[in-house]
Antibody, heavy 119, light 106 residues
Framework: QVLLVESGGGVVQPGRSLTLSCEVS????????MHWVRQPPGKGLEWVAF????????YYAESLKGRFTISRDNSKNTLYLQMTSLRTDDAAVYSC????????????WGRGTMVTVSS | EIVMTQSPGTLSVSPGERATLSCRAS??????LAWYQQKPGQAPRLLIY???TRASDIPARFSGGGYGTEFTLTISSLQSEDFAVYYC?????????FGGGTKVEI
């Protein structure tokens, strides 16, 4: 069974940092690129970041460049998202997603981890 | 940066009726367009990729069309389980982007 399980969310003060993890199972992680997507409460989906299968290519949403860093550890089947200088509008459910076998669209999603930014 | 615009924001339909959702890209994305369904408290589910190819296990009542900047998702005969929010997404170049969503309600 293919699974993506996010963790690391919680309540953080504005200006602080937080690192999210996405542990995968049921497929060969090192063969796939991965993405992070976020969804503020009651709002739509926002693409956050991409990392290639070997970790050498990374792309970010323009509004997040410089504050968020995507990384991966293929030996641990885990994807990460380091978030710094957090703002109240970063509050969202953060989900990891995997492209399909035959498409770059996202066919496997995790359930997400909630990040709340509040003093 | 490509902006994706979905319309309408909310679509009110009755079970058994046909629903047509629209998605417009601010510049051409070719056929690199996907549709997702999201129900409350659940992760999005891929319905359509490549603008018109149904993903695995997606019923035939879901169909996608379009190319370039104009796309549609059609649900031929709405079932009770189809009431949800639908998002389009382009994956033609960086950054990828989602539309704002269309809520399909009874």
């Amino acid at each position: 069974q293919v699974l993506l399980v996010e963790s690391g969310g919680g309540v953080v003060q504005p200006g602080r940092s937080l690192t999210l993890s996405c542990e995968v199972s049921g497929f060969t992680f090192r063969r796939y690129s991965m993405h992070w997507v976020r969804q503020p409460p009651g709002k739509g989906l926002e693409w956050v970041a991409f990392i290639s299968s070997d970790g050498t290519k990374k792309y970010y949403a323009e509004s997040l460049k410089g504050r968020f860093t995507i990384s991966r550890d293929n030996s641990k089947n885990t994807l990460y998202l380091q978030m710094t200088s957090l703002r109240t509008d970063d509050a969202a459910v953060y989900s990891c997603a995997r492209p399909g076998e035959f498409t770059d669209a996202f066919d496997i999603w995790g359930r997400g981890t909630m990040v709340t930014v509040s003093s | 940066e490509i902006v994706m615009t979905q319309s309408p924001g909310t679509l009110s339909v009755s079970p058994g009726e046909r629903a047509t959702l629209s998605c417009r890209a601010s510049q051409s994305v070719g056929s690199k367009l996907a549709w997702y369904q999201q129900k409350p408290g659940q992760a999005p589910r891929l319905l359509i990729y490549g603008a018109s190819t149904r993903a695995s296990d997606i019923p035939a009542r879901f169909s996608g069309g379009g190319y370039g900047t104009e796309f549609t998702l059609t649900i031929s005969s709405l079932q009770s389980e189809d009431f949800a929010v639908y998002y389009c997404q382009h994956y033609n170049n960086w950054p990828f982007a989602f539309g704002g969503g269309t809520k399909v309600e009874i």
